[in-house]
């Protein structure tokens, strides 16, 4: 029975890619994929840093078997010097005699004037051997008797010269330095193989586990790109790096889905909004068309014509909220006397409030109220509050009673526009900022939606806040603005 | 008077044309920033219609260079930009009055008419005069028929306005900016309550009523007819 077999390396290059593409193009795959990037650079630095500490620590190891040699070899020399000045020749040889039959022996030779050879743990040396005297080491070949076998060895040495003529070789063989030698290259293949099987374990697991999600990622994108925008990034539980980024890719794809569906309702909002008027003026024209009496035609014709100044009215009221939003610096900044500013709105509106037997007036103000901002933003602003106020607070029947108030502290001034009307449902309150937006109390009534959407924007625009309180009976719209 | 219309959008040049030759003006028309800049510099004229966006000059420039050279000749700039900051900088470079593209015909016309007669050379009228109805700028009252008419100061202010243009229709967006300084449009039209409260002050219990509502356009003050 065959064991079963484990994953090869090539599994993760076949599932990314198709069975259908050429072997050249598979490579070409292979290698711009970031694992096998990953996984090729992971290999070359480890391998060029382990060899690195490799060679340093067996360069120094050798460096430090090289300085022991030397040392045993000068010991060696300063003993058989001693030892001759002590008891001439053959107290020396004696001394060497000793020395040669130790475990760790080193190598011995001597011979007389003539060359020949006298003593000595060796076999017979070339005579060019021991012809020079030095101070310093020298490598030489030598025969050595091991089991009764001769057998060839490299050897440090060094000659001295007695001063009867007679010459002595000292010398350790070189075999452990050479056995060294031998660990650290077996080293540098075990580095080799261990850094090819751990850059192919780094390659398997990029690829299979980390790559894997990010082609999810990309998967699910390529998804969004495509339009569906219901698609999310899986979520593993692990905690991960991946999870997380899965986690904030996710709320940020439900705030883009969020946004859209804002502006699709905007859209929808616009087409619902604008068809109704543009079927009405459609209509009027094709009447007055076809009215045989030219008077008749002619006051259809002014009729449409009213009819596309307030169509003109409402898209001036959203490119101005559309400017007003987009105006990320305020222009035309000054300071404002805020009591003036009313006092003009009121001046503008008051008839509008009588004329429906109501009333508007600005609540006596005993201070300067003083903000930095654009003027006619915020006048419109007010305008737009003011006419809310007095088509939409006013309870049936009932005329309806506005006033603005305006109130400070050390950091804002609060501008607050108030009717005695009907409010707004608590469910509605945040929604009636929205661009067109019109509550079910206020359908009939004539407007455009958008009044409460520029004074949204305008707050925003000077860094303000806006809030809506029930005063039960009546609303209260307030504009926060920064000093 | 000679009116000269700087405007490279050849639909709307020509029915301007047509309709201020209409209305009695000797019109000329340039199509670019150079035949415009030569016309104006050659030329004098009584009003002139500048557009921002020109092809080979910018409208504003030539509207600069006029003033350098001390030529003071109202100019309308158009803008097809339309921000609040657009006026402001129309009106720094020389302009005299601003409207944003698209306008309508009767806006641009009653502008231009305005303009006119803004510009006209004489001594500064103290006293408007419209029919038997007598407004006097000094001391700041009014009265029709030997009739004193009481009004408000914002009252005033409106019947002074449509008064210096009599004669010539004054659009609502017009009232709003120069009797109340907003250049934005509100969406209640409160200038017709307005205006109909000044109708009820003046035109009540007169046989020959002034004031008039021009359809579609705006409003007027006039003689009325013999």
């Known amino acids: ?483 | 008077m000679r009116i000269l219309i700087v405007e490279d959008d050849r639909e709307a040049a020509s029915y301007l044309v047509k309709a201020l030759k209409e209305a009695g003006h000797v019109v000329e028309h340039a199509a670019d920033g150079e035949e415009g800049a030569h016309a104006v510099s050659t030329s004098t004229y009584d009003v002139v219609v500048m557009d921002r966006m020109l092809p080979k000059r910018d409208g504003l420039s030539i509207v600069l260079e006029m003033r350098t050279r001390g030529d003071v000749t109202p100019v309308l700039v158009l803008s097809a930009l339309g921000q609040v900051d657009d006026r402001v900088d129309g009106l720094r470079a020389g302009g005299d009055d601003y409207l944003t593209k698209p306008y309508a015909f009767t806006e641009l016309l009653a502008r231009v008419e305005a303009l006119a007669r803004r510009a006209r050379p004489g001594e500064v009228e103290t006293t408007y005069r419209v029919g038997d109805l007598v407004l006097d700028r000094l001391a700041h009252s009014a009265d029709r028929g030997g009739e004193e008419i009481v009004l408000q100061p914002r009252e005033f202010r409106l019947l002074e306005y449509l008064m210096k243009n009599a004669g010539q229709v004054v659009t609502r967006t017009m009232l709003l900016e120069n009797v109340w300084d907003y250049h934005f449009d509100p969406q209640t039209n409160v200038i017709d309550v307005h205006m109909s409260r000044l109708r009820a002050k003046i035109d009540k219990g007169q046989a020959k009523p002034l004031l008039h509502t021009v359809r579609g356009a705006g409003y007027m003050i006039r003689e009325p007819a013999k």
């Open chain 1, 1 to 483: 029975m065959n064991p079963p077999l484990g994953p090869s390396p090539a599994t993760p290059a076949e599932t990314a890619t198709p069975a259908a593409d050429g072997i050249g193009a598979r490579l070409l795959r292979l290698s711009r994929m970031t694992a096998v990037r990953l996984s090729l650079l992971y290999f070359v630095v480890f391998t060029l840093f382990s060899v690195f500490l490799v060679v340093l620590v067996s360069h120094d190891a050798a460096r430090i078997m090289s300085d022991q040699l030397h040392e045993a070899i000068d010991a060696d020399v300063t003993n058989l010097e001693e030892q001759y000045h002590a008891g001439g020749l053959m107290r020396m040889l004696v001394t060497l005699d000793e020395l040669g039959r130790r475990p760790d022996a080193g190598l011995f030779y001597v011979v007389d004037t003539a060359g020949n050879p006298i003593a000595g743990n060796v076999a017979e040396l070339p005579p060019a051997a021991i012809a020079d005297t030095d101070d310093a080491p020298h490598p030489l070949d030598y025969v050595r008797f091991e089991n009764g076998r001769e057998v060839g060895r490299l050897a440090l040495v060094r000659t001295i010269v007695l001063d009867n003529g007679f010459r002595v070789l000292v010398g350790r063989d070189l075999g452990e330095r050479d056995r060294f030698r031998a660990v650290v290259r077996r080293a540098f293949r075990a580095i080799v193989v261990m850094m090819i099987l751990l850059g192919g374990a780094t390659w398997l697991f990029l690829s299979r586990r980390v790559m894997r999600r990010i082609d999810q990622v990309s998967a699910t994108s390529s998804r969004l790109v495509a339009g569906d925008l219901s698609g999310r990034l899986p979520v593993t539980g692990s905690g991960d790096e991946f999870d997380r980024l899965a986690v904030s890719l996710n709320s940020m794809l439900a705030r883009i889905a969020e946004l859209m569906g804002g502006v699709k309702s905007v859209s929808d909002a616009i087409a619902h909004d604008l068809k109704t008027p543009l079927t009405r003026l459609r209509n009027r024209a094709e009447a007055a068309l076809n009215d045989p009496d030219p008077a008749a035609a002619h006051t259809a014709l002014e009729a449409v014509i009213d009819e596309s100044n307030a169509l003109i009215r409402t898209f001036d009221a959203l490119l101005m909220i559309s400017r007003v939003e987009a105006g990320a610096a305020l222009s035309n900044v000054a300071e404002i006397d805020l009591e003036a500013l009313a006092e003009e709105v009121v001046d503008l509106y008051e008839p509008v409030a009588e004329e429906a037997g109501g009333t508007l007036e600005l609540v006596e103000c005993y201070q300067k109220y003083v903000v930095k901002g654009n003027r006619e933003l915020i006048a419109q602003a007010l305008v737009n509050l003011v006419d809310n106020a007095l088509k939409y607070g006013r309870r049936d029947g009932a005329a309806p009673d506005v006033k603005i108030w305006i109130e400070q502290n050390a950091e804002t001034v609060t501008l607050s526009v108030m009717d005695d009307g009907p409010g707004v449902p608590e469910a509605d309150r945040a929604r009636i900022f929205e661009r067109f937006t019109r509550l079910e109390a206020s359908r009939n009534a004539p407007g455009s939606g958008l009044g409460l959407a520029l004074v949204a924007a305008v707050v925003r625009l000077h860094k303000g806040e806006i809030a809506v309180e029930d005063l039960a009976p009546g609303l209260m719209v307030s504009m926060r603005l920064p000093k």
